[in-house]
Nanobody, 123 residues
Framework: QVQLVESGGGSVQAGGSLRLSCAAS????????MAWFRQVPGKEREGVAT???????SYADSVKGRFTISRDTRQNTMYLQMNNLKPEDTAKYYC?????????????????WGQGTQVTVSS
């Protein structure tokens, strides 16, 4: 089991930027498949971006060109840089980790989750 702690959420106006961080309690966590998801009340958790053990990165179509996922294994931390934010990006953002080569944008495959951080984008 690994503990994941998100930070960096907040309120911004449309067009603004935020950087989310996810600190992992185990060194090996940042060498696992790690991902960002988001959820709006009443809706299913949506995959945002993943970075695999092979460093291959995937993004949801809705965030391509605006969001960048990265990780620093020395700091045991994963990041999500969010630029040109839109009101529809408003959600609670969660980081997640799983071990193994499979790294999907599907929340059902992840067992390790952080507590989430709220992002609110106003128009």
């Amino acid at each position: 089991q690994v503990q994941l702690v998100e930070s960096g959420g907040g309120s911004v106006q449309a067009g603004g930027s935020l950087r989310l961080s996810c600190a992992a309690s185990r060194y090996s966590a940042t060498r696992a498949c790690m991902a960002w998801f988001r959820q709006v009340p009443g809706k299913e958790r949506e995959g945002v971006a993943t970075v695999g053990t092979d460093s291959i990165i995937s993004y949801a179509d809705s965030v391509k060109g605006r969001f960048t996922i990265s990780r620093d294994t020395r700091q045991n931390t994963m990041y999500l840089q969010m630029n040109n934010l839109k009101p529809e990006d408003t959600a609670k953002y969660y980081c997640a980790a799983r071990w193994g080569g499979y790294c999907p944008l599907d929340s059902g495959h992840f067992l390790n989750w952080g507590q989430g951080t709220q992002v609110t984008v106003s128009s």
